[in-house]
Structure formats: C-alpha cells, structure tokens
C-alpha cells in the first residue's frame, strides 16, 4: 500500500514538473486565449427519480482566458454559454428544458462565469473562484481546474491548453426548481477543452 502511494505520488510529481518545465521553456506562450470550439464540451448530469443518470451537454459555449505563466495566479476567465443548445440526446426533453420551467431561453438566452479570483495549487492545477449567472441571477461559483497539457499541437503547430474544469450547481438556488423532488437539484458540471491563441478580429 505504501509503495503503491509513494509511486503515486512520485508519478504526479513527475508530471506537474514536466509541465512546470515545459511550460516556463514556452517563454513565446501567449497570454490571450481563447476556447477552441471543435475540441470543448460543457456537460452536466442529473438523477432521474432514483432511476437513472441523465447526462446532457450545451453545444455552443464561447470563452476566453488572459493566462501569464509569470503570473497565473492573475489569470481571468469568462465563459458564455448558450442555454438554447442544451443537447440530452431526446427532442421532447430539450424543448421542455428550454421553456420557463427550467432555462427559460427566450427571456435568459445565455448563462455565464467570470472569475474574481484564481489560486493555483501547482503548476497544474488551480481553484477558481468567480461569478455564475443563470437565470438572470449571480451566485458564487467554485470550478477546480486542471491544466492537462501546455505544448505545441502537431497538427496546426500553434501552442494549445488541454484542460478540464469541474464544479456542482444548486440550480434550486437560481429559482429553477421544476420537478425537485425527482430530478436533483445539485447539478455536477464538467467542462473539457482546448485553448489556443486568441487571434485579433
């Protein structure tokens, strides 16, 4: 058992320090970053009456991130996502979940997070503290943040930032509580995506 910790912990310092490494060699990052669409998710899921676990995802989401690797705990970050997008894979189910019982999209057509303050634990990780709107209301939102990867990509040869963003929503706290007593109200978010220079219009 010992053992098996110690190489765990030795591997996860292998990796922030290749990263650290990796990442302070990049004196030519940019600071000014923004989401890469093709390659990000926001998904989410619910309990459904005791039953089952449905999972569900919004297909349009703009972001952008001002990241110094001088300075990350002055990193800023803003999201936007479309509340009409809300995809669950069943038809019947978005179009309830658009209406006034729950994103209401025609009067809240987006919801958003921008952050007030950002702590890196390690160079690879970081809780990030900000401001969460939905429903025409802002509530305190804590997402926990993991730098996945900072490097060049093959494929376009521009430098790219993997990550994954986590946290939980009392949606009851932002007035939607349609169906409560079935459908959970405490709501995990998982945001996966890439980052790649933020290009001037």
């Known amino acids: 058992m010992a053992t098996s910790l110690l190489a765990g912990t030795a591997k996860t310092l292998l990796i922030t320090s290749a990263l ?3 990442t302070l060699a990049s004196a030519a990052l940019p600071t000014q970053w923004q989401l890469d669409d093709s ?3 926001v998904g989410f899921e619910v309990e459904h ?3 089952s676990t449905t999972m569900g995802r919004f297909d349009r989401v703009d972001g952008s991130l001002n990241y ?4 990350p705990d002055k990193t800023q970050m803003q999201f936007t996502i479309e509340t009409d997008s809300i995809n669950t894979a069943w038809d019947a189910r978005d179009k309830h979940l658009r209406t006034d019982d729950f994103f209401d999209v025609e009067k809240y057509p987006t919801m958003t997070f921008e952050s007030t303050n950002v702590n890196f634990i390690n160079p690879q990780q970081a809780k990030v503290m900000g401001d969460f709107t939905l429903l025409g209301k802002t509530m305190p939102l804590t997402l926990d943040v993991t730098l996945k990867k900072i490097a060049t990509s093959p494929v376009t040869k521009e430098p790219v930032i993997g990550f994954r963003a986590t946290g939980n929503i009392d949606r009851a706290a932002y007035g939607m509580t349609t169906f409560a007593d079935g459908i959970t109200t405490n709501v ?12 001037a219009k």
Do not use: S
Request: avoid cysteine.
């Open 20 to 22: 650290a490494a990796t």
């Open 39 to 41: 390659h990000t998710r």
């Open 49 to 51: 009456l005791g039953f």
């Open 68 to 71: 110094n690797i001088k300075a």
């Open 188 to 199: 995990p978010i998982q945001i996966d995506g890439e980052l790649i220079e933020k290009k």
